[in-house]
């Protein structure tokens, strides 16, 4: 193995740094907050033992796919847009047989700080859906306060997630915690901007209301996609569904038409679970597309 293919393959197997790109006047830059181990054949059913069998290179010491939980700032115009907020202070130990491993969260708002923000500087935080691991610093008091640490921000939700958000209580969100959530949300429609370069792009089937947003800048485009793929491999198996997903037969369609659309010229992809390879371009490979990640 080649240096530069060893030092690729080592990051699949860690959480992500800090790492920005810049899109003319944009910046973008993934703020992590922890991380959750996948059981493999657990979070993506549809794979078999021969599969990991042969992609070894994409599972960690213990077995499990590596996904980092944080959120995506976005710069512009001296104002800034967060989009999705952690797991926040807490963990969770692995579930037993359970296809999913432990998960861990606190980070986020330190980062934040390194990048030089408070979160009173975030105007909007704009959630891909409601799932806990989304949802995290905008639900969960900040330390030493008695309230979340986003509460000056919009809470910007996509009409159908919203609208359905009871069906998201099979998944951990409690009515609790969107009740908390409720007096900061603002529903969005797919196609609307909501901050200076950035659209919404309705991506369905993870969740009721499953959102990516697009960030446009300096002739380039970067979609952030949600869950709609939770590791690299799916680039070349689009047809593999999570665990997870709300409707698997719809996921999977969103998920072919994303991963043409990441082909296109001057177009960057950003997967908030992919280990320490969240920006990437979507390129032939041997087996299919595959993802190469972008660090500039």
Known sequence: MSTTASHQAERLRRPSELRSLELGGTKVTYVPDGAVQLAPRGWLPDTSEDVWATHPGYLDDAGYLVAGIGGLLV???????????????????????????????????ENLA???????????????????????????????????????????VAEPEWTQRDLLAAHG??????AALE??????????????????????????????????????????FGDAMHSPI??????????????????????????????????????VHFADV???????????PTWHPVDA
């Not at 529903?187 to 960030?215: C, K, M, N, S, W």
Request: no cysteine; charged share 20%.
């Open 75 to 109: 710069e512009a115009e001296g104002r800034a847009l967060l989009i999705d907020a952690g797991f926040g202070p807490r963990s969770l130990p692995a579930q037993p047989d359970g296809p999913i491993g432990a998960t861990y969260g606190g980070a986020l708002l």
């Open 114 to 156: 390194r990048l030089g923000h408070r979160p009173a500087d975030i105007e909007a935080v704009a959630f891909t859906h409601l799932h806990i691991d989304h949802l995290g610093w905008a639900a969960h008091r900040a330390p030493g306060a008695d309230r979340p640490a986003f509460t000056g921000a919009d809470y910007l």
């Open 173 to 178: 969100t409690s009515p609790e915690t969107l």
């Open 183 to 224: 007096p900061q949300v603002r529903t969005v429609t797919d196609g609307q901007e909501i901050f200076p370069g950035v659209r919404v792009r309705f991506l369905l089937g993870h969740t009721p209301g499953h959102t990516a947003y697009v960030v446009s800048g300096g002739g380039r485009r970067l979609i952030a």
């Open 234 to 271: 799916q680039i070349s198996h689009p047809g593999w569904s999570a665990w997870s997903d709300h409707d698997s037969a719809q996921s999977a369609d969103f998920r072919r038409q994303l991963v043409a659309e990441l082909q296109e010229p001057d177009t960057i992809g950003f997967g």
């Open 278 to 288: 969240v920006f990437g371009r979507v390129r032939p490979g041997d087996d299919g």
